[in-house]
């Protein structure tokens, strides 16, 4: 194996266009893929000698967060918690104080789990990825990324530089939970996340939710969102919320939880999401 | 494959490596420069026992590539006594009686360090949650818990 550290986009595309080329951000997942043989790549790319994949920067229109930042470092970040507070919540359940010195959110969604837990905080965030690649420069929204486990929508010497999140609505509130077991250093049985905004009487202008661990990729629940957007997300909407949720899943069956298990929990975490996104909306 | 040549800080001595590719900053440590107070245990981020500190930063030493600490600063337990004198950590690991096999020990005291280091007075919450990533067989994780608490007071000065 090879290792290299191009210090620009277009060393490091030209790297990964080669094959058996893999991205290197935090290295939490791909190094145990390596030791577990389940990964032989022939040259790994550390995406990390390039500025872009390791910056935070605000301006007017939102964040813009490099791929290979930490979850430890977006917890730290003067701002960001305030604005976005589900994300870096969700970033920060990866594992545990170790794994967050260096897992990233562009290792998180590009490890391709349908359970990663920064994923569905990402896609209630609106989060929009930057990609680099032999063709030039392009972006996606984060839920057209993953595919199915392991599969992704980027093509050869493509990969995520940073992601794109949008200026926290004035009334804007977002949140991220997940159902596993026990309390920590775990993967989620499902994981949703809720952002949604309200207008000054408090109705709901728009809202995006989206569960993990439901089906073969992350998923964009509309009809969820859609089931608060109009209402002052009173008890009744939070029904139709409720079942929107359920409505979406497709899980599988595993030792973490069955099909009828997840399908109801995914229902109850989403109300659960739901509120706790409402009450820090309330709050701006 | 031509090795690598890193050049890195090891509590805070200049020192340099020849290293594959694949070797990951744990084996660089342990057989390259002789430090084995970091322990290899799950391999995979899980157990912690190979905790150290990369500019500040709680990490898991066997998850990094040696490489990677070009140009950085690593700290070790090897660090943590200043010459005979314990740090205070140590000092409380052993009055708790904090440990039995002491193989998660050189982890636990590393990541304790860096969370006193961010948070001087934690709860005895946030010290459990920090430390969650630090799997211990031994201790049923009471007594470290305590010693960390009451090294954090010593260091307060309360």
Redesign the interface.
Same mark, same amino acid.
């Given at each position: 194996?090879?290792?290299e550290k191009p210090t620009t986009v277009e060393a490091a595309t030209a790297l990964l266009a080669g094959q058996g080329a893999r991205v290197?951000a +935090?290295? $939490?997942d791909l190094?145990?893929q390596?030791?577990?043989r389940v990964l032989n790549p022939d040259v790994?790319v550390?995406i990390?000698g390039i500025e872009a994949t390791r910056e935070i920067t605000k301006d007017a229109s939102g964040y813009t967060i490099g791929a290979a930042v930490?979850g430890?470092e977006l917890k730290e970040h003067p701002t960001l918690s305030k604005d976005w507070p589900g994300l870096v919540e969700a970033a920060n359940l990866i +594992?545990? $104080?170790?794994?967050q010195?260096?897992a990233s959110l562009g290792g998180n969604l590009c490890n391709g789990s349908p359970a990663a837990d920064s994923v569905p905080g990402l896609i209630a965030a609106g989060a929009v990825a930057t990609i680099v690649g032999p063709k030039g420069t392009r972006t996606l929204p984060v839920e057209d990324i993953m595919l199915a486990p392991r599969k992704l929508a980027l093509t050869a010497g493509e990969f995520i530089v940073s992601f794109k999140i949008p200026a926290r609505p004035k009334h804007g509130g977002d949140a991220y939970l997940r159902f596993i077991p026990r309390t920590?250093?775990d993967i989620a049985v499902v994981g949703c996340g809720v952002a949604l905004a309200l207008d000054d009487s408090g109705t709901c202008t728009a809202a995006r939710v989206s569960l993990g661990a439901v089906a073969a990729r992350p998923l964009l629940v509309e009809d969820a969102g859609k089931a608060l957007v109009g209402t002052k997300v009173d008890d009744a909407a939070l029904a139709k919320l409720e079942a929107a949720a359920r409505a979406a899943c497709k899980p599988i069956d595993d030792k973490r939880g069955t099909v009828e298990f997840r399908v109801d929990v995914a229902g109850t975490l989403t109300v659960r999401t739901a509120k706790i996104a409402l009450e820090r909306a309330r709050k701006v | 494959m031509a090795k690598h040549h890193v050049t890195t800080t090891v509590n805070g001595d200049p020192v340099e490596y020849l290293c594959d590719s694949e070797q990951t900053l744990l084996d660089c440590l342990r057989d390259e420069l002789d430090l084995i107070g970091a322990k290899e245990g799950c391999s995979s981020g899980d157990c912690g026992a190979c905790s150290v500190l990369i500019d500040g930063r709680l990490v898991c030493s066997c998850l990094i590539l040696g490489v990677e600490a070009e140009g950085k600063k690593v700290e070790t337990i090897e660090g943590m006594a200043q010459g005979d004198e314990l740090h205070p950590l140590q000092r409380k690991f052993l009055e708790h009686a904090a440990l039995q096999c002491g193989i998660c020990t050189p982890g636990v005291l590393i990541a304790a360090k860096a969370l006193l280091a961010k948070n001087p007075d934690p709860t005895e919450t946030q010290v459990r949650y920090w430390l969650a990533g630090n799997l211990c067989r031994c201790t049923g994780y009471d007594k470290i818990v305590r010693a960390v608490m009451d090294a954090a007071a010593e260091m307060r000065g309360a």
């Open positions: 194996m090879r290792y290197l +935090g290295g $939490t190094l145990v390596m030791k577990a790994v550390d990390k930490t430890a +594992g545990s $104080t170790q794994v010195g260096r920590e250093m | -």
